[in-house]
């Protein structure tokens, strides 16, 4: 029996509203995952969306809305002062102030994703990069920071400015003490970076509670990065998990 599936390809768009239509599907489905994947911490984390048209706003999770239960309809849209433009749920002060700042600094940066997932937030105790220890660690080898300045909630726009300076050209930052932040050039590279970020986290820890690990010397761990950081690699990463996200959820595309 033939398949009605088809390799997935990169999108290319019409219009800035089916541009728009398909990052919030994006954002909606990364919300569910990222509830799936138990990376919610009560009303803590945010993924942001840049809009395709008003570069300077950005789509978000409304501030105590359950990830597992977000939909197209429930994002929000809020300008670059931090109002909610569209939506009528309140913003987390913190998305607005991290996000905004990414987006300002990195126009590149169509994405962000930030959360208190349970390997991450410990990783990040430590203050230390990332070593590359396993061939999907090599997708940070070279390409991640340490923000290593934790003073309370983000709530000042300045140390949002100071987190944008940490991650640089990267594609990830470790927020000591706080969490993990990833970006990406769409929603589903930055939803990735994150996912296997936390995973990568997770395995740095198990090594280095279980032994001495033994890192992938840096000329082959370069070479790996160059394979498995690569954007496209990180786009195509998210396809089969937004296949499922969707075929289980698919109330998650309501608009
Ligand atoms: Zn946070």
Known sequence: MASDRTPHSFPTFESAEDERRHRKQRLAAAFRLFGQFGFDEGV????????????????????????????VQ???LVNHEGEVVEGNWPVNRAAFVIHSQVHAARP??????HAHSVYGKTWSSLRRPLDPLTQDACAFYGDHAVFDDFTGVVLDL??????????????AAILANHGLLTVGQSVDEAAWWFITMERTCQAQLLAEA???????DPEQAELTAAQVGHRSSGW?????????????QPDLLEE
């Open 210 to 216: 279980a032994g001495t690990p033994v890192l992938i």
């Open 108 to 113: 590149d940066v169509i994405a962000a994703a």
């Open 44 to 71: 803590a984390g945010h993924i942001t969306a840049r809009d395709p048209e008003r570069l300077d706003h950005f789509w978000v999770n409304p501030f105590g809305m359950n990830f597992k239960q977000i939909r």
């Open 158 to 171: 300045e140390e949002g400015k100071r987190i944008a300076h940490a991650l640089a050209g990267n594609k």
């Open 74 to 76: 429930d994002l929000l």
């Open 236 to 248: 195509y990463s998210f396809q089969p998990l937004y296949d499922w996200i969707t075929a289980q």
